[in-house]
């Protein structure tokens, strides 16, 4: 009974590991991705500021478009990362839980 409840046990210990990685990587996607609309915002903002006046309106547009879009993928990233700390978060409580139940079977054990 003992290995078997330390076997769940690093089981759900290695599934953290792995979302705490992917959280890691949704963080990192998430700063890469900003500096990219940073960079985007501010060649859009010079190709306006250097485009003759009837071709602003085209490139205004545009990069309306573009940023919508990219709000859109940011709120993505957003639940994705969400979702993976919920995981996690259930996940440590599940180990609690185990934990809880083996020093119940080891008390029950001792009383035998």
């Known amino acids: 009974m003992e290995l078997d409840y330390q076997t769940k046990i690093c089981q759900i210990q290695d599934e953290q590991d792995l979302i705490k990685q992917e959280i890691r990587s ?5 700063e890469e991705f900003f500096s990219l609309q940073q960079e985007e915002k501010r060649l859009y903002e010079e190709i306006v500021e250097t485009s003759p006046p009837a071709e602003r309106q085209y490139f205004k547009s545009r990069g309306e478009d573009s940023f919508s879009l990219a709000k ?7 639940e994705q990362e969400n979702e993976l700390r919920n995981t996690r978060k259930q996940l440590i409580e599940k180990e609690e839980e185990l934990y ?3 020093r119940k079977e080891q008390v029950k054990e001792k009383e035998q």
């Open 72 to 78: 859109k993928a940011q709120r993505q990233l957003e």
């Open 100 to 102: 809880s139940e083996q």
């Open 26 to 30: 949704v963080e990192q996607q998430q």
